[in-house]
Every structure is written in C-alpha cells, then in structure tokens.
C-alpha cells in the first residue's frame, strides 16, 4: 500500500533530523514525505533541503503564519498546506510530528493492519518519552486512542470524516467519526515511537482553556466533561488544570462556539463515551 505523510514544523532544527532519519530507513518507504515549515526562525528548512538532495520523495513547504502556539488550529493549518502537494495516488496518508523516532518496521506493520481488513480505518503505535535514562510510555490517554502526534488514515476514511479539523480535539473527533461510520481504529502496543519533546511543552498560558472548549465542541455535554477534565488533570499530575479545562468548556458554551460534530453526531458521541465509562466500570 502506497503511503503519503504530511509533517507540520515549527523551529524543530533539534528533532527533525532524527525524524527524517527514522523515515527514510523505514523496512517500507513512503511514496512522499512534505514538510511543512511554518515559519520557523532557525535552521529547520536547510536541514530538510539536506534530505530532499538524497531522497527525492521529501520535500518541502513554505507557510507563514502566526508565531504564537496554541494547540490543535496551527499544526493542522499547516497539515492543510501540506495537502495542497500530496496527489491522490495513495492509500493511506500519515500526519506526523516533527519530533518522533519511529522503529524502523512501523509502517510495514502499519500496512499489514489495514491489509488485514479492509474495516480498519485508522492505525497507529505508542508515544514513549525519556525519564531518567529509561524510555516509558506517554501514559496522557487510553489504550486505544492513536495520539496525535503520528495518525495513519486510509484514504477512503480520511475522506469520508472531512479530513481533519483545524482546532484543538482535531485527534479526538477522528476517532470518533470513524466510530461513527463504523470504522474501526487500531492501535499496536509493539509500536514504540519515541516522543523527543513532551507533550504541550510549547503552548502558552492562554491555551490551558483550549481543553475544555475542546470537549465542548466535541459534543460531550457538560457531565462528560467534567469526568473527562477531572481524568485527564489527574493523569497530566496537575489536578488544578481541573478548573481551567471547566472554565473553557462554559467560556465556549456561553460563546455558542460552534461544534467539530454535527447535532446527530454529537449525540451518537454522547451515546458511546457512556458506553465506555459503563464498560470500564463493569470491568
């Protein structure tokens, strides 16, 4: 299966070498890797120019936007770009970080999974980060959610969800729009990507409310959304992140801040977040 992968960068001069490095020495190589430089201010695109004079399925684009980092809208506006250089002669399209380490059979192993079966809609492995010497998983979400930070996507199903949304829950709605029209998503637990920079490291102190308006226009309701901030403050190890993950959920609701989800989605989605805080109870 023929694969294409999009990699939004900002001043990423430390990791993307590192990131390239694992991508080209893949047992299965990619038809195309784009690199989007979203005006970075150091040495990012003349390291990857180093890597377009030896391997002629990189490239690279220029985009200019703001400096500031506020999670979800930046680095999918700058996937957006890079989408505009892709063709449509692939199977499955990848969106990855700049800041990754992949094994070097991930994406072999990726493609069995969607040869598999043809149900399969999304596929993905395990950020691990480094902690005193050792490499430990990036324990922020569940098993079977594919972080953010390296989405594999079949074709027919990137197409069908609308693509990805450029607003923070972007790696949260495309889960649960394949949910929706009942495709499945995968995850490998031998799939140990190392995540070289910790997550949310770059966002500023206005982006702490971005999380609760994030599951308001996920469609969650507010109950939901406070099982969900109170689970994932206490996972991060900042239980105060609590109440600004609730401020931004009644910031965006007294905003009527419009919704990732349409009404009949949003209410499916209601439906199976239920289900699993039922199943995992009952477990």
């Given at each position: 299966?023929?694969?294409?992968?999009?990699?939004?960068?900002?001043?990423?001069?430390?990791?993307?070498g590192l990131t390239l490095d694992s991508l080209v020495n893949q047992?299965?190589?990619?038809?195309?890797?784009?690199?989007?430089?979203?005006n970075?201010?150091?040495?990012?695109?003349e390291?990857?120019?180093?890597?377009?004079?030896?391997?002629?399925?990189?490239?690279?684009?220029?985009?200019?936007?703001?400096?500031?980092?506020?999670?979800?809208?930046?680095?999918?506006q700058a996937f957006h770009e890079g989408e505009k250089h892709i063709d449509d002669n692939y199977d499955i399209i990848v969106k990855v970080d700049a800041d990754l380490i992949f094994p070097a059979n991930y994406f072999e192993t990726i493609i069995n999974h969607f040869k598999s079966d043809d149900s399969i809609g999304m596929v993905g492995g395990f950020a691990y980060i480094e902690k005193d010497e050792k490499w430990i998983l990036e324990n922020l979400t569940d098993k079977d959610h594919i972080r953010g930070a390296f989405k594999a996507y079949r074709k027919t199903t990137f197409k069908q969800i609308g693509g990805l949304k450029p607003a923070m829950g972007w790696d949260t709605v495309d889960e649960l729009l394949c949910k929706f029209y009942y495709w499945k998503v995968v995850t490998d637990t031998s799939l140990h990507v190392k995540h070289l920079k910790p997550t949310g490291a770059n966002y500023n102190?206005?982006?702490?409310?971005?999380?609760?308006?994030?599951f308001y226009s996920l469609g969650y309701g507010f109950m939901i959304t406070v099982i969900a901030s109170l689970k994932l403050a206490l996972k991060k190890k900042k239980p105060l992140l609590f109440l600004d993950y609730i401020k931004g959920f009644w910031k965006a609701k007294s905003s009527n801040k419009d919704l990732l989800v349409t009404k009949e989605q949003a209410t499916f989605i209601r439906k199976y977040r239920w289900q699993k805080m039922k199943e995992k109870i009952l477990k």
């Amino acid at each position: 299966m023929n694969y294409q992968i999009i990699i939004p960068a900002h001043n990423e001069e430390q990791f993307i070498g590192l990131t390239l490095d694992s991508l080209v020495n893949q047992t299965v190589l990619p038809s195309k890797v784009i690199v989007v430089d979203d005006n970075s201010t150091d040495t990012t695109s003349e390291i990857v120019k180093s890597y377009i004079d030896k391997h002629s399925y990189i490239s690279l684009v220029n985009k200019n936007s703001e400096a500031i980092h506020l999670p979800g809208s930046k680095v999918i506006q700058a996937f957006h770009e890079g989408e505009k250089h892709i063709d449509d002669n692939y199977d499955i399209i990848v969106k990855v970080d700049a800041d990754l380490i992949f094994p070097a059979n991930y994406f072999e192993t990726i493609i069995n999974h969607f040869k598999s079966d043809d149900s399969i809609g999304m596929v993905g492995g395990f950020a691990y980060i480094e902690k005193d010497e050792k490499w430990i998983l990036e324990n922020l979400t569940d098993k079977d959610h594919i972080r953010g930070a390296f989405k594999a996507y079949r074709k027919t199903t990137f197409k069908q969800i609308g693509g990805l949304k450029p607003a923070m829950g972007w790696d949260t709605v495309d889960e649960l729009l394949c949910k929706f029209y009942y495709w499945k998503v995968v995850t490998d637990t031998s799939l140990h990507v190392k995540h070289l920079k910790p997550t949310g490291a770059n966002y500023n102190k206005a982006s702490r409310y971005k999380q609760g308006e994030a599951f308001y226009s996920l469609g969650y309701g507010f109950m939901i959304t406070v099982i969900a901030s109170l689970k994932l403050a206490l996972k991060k190890k900042k239980p105060l992140l609590f109440l600004d993950y609730i401020k931004g959920f009644w910031k965006a609701k007294s905003s009527n801040k419009d919704l990732l989800v349409t009404k009949e989605q949003a209410t499916f989605i209601r439906k199976y977040r239920w289900q699993k805080m039922k199943e995992k109870i009952l477990k």
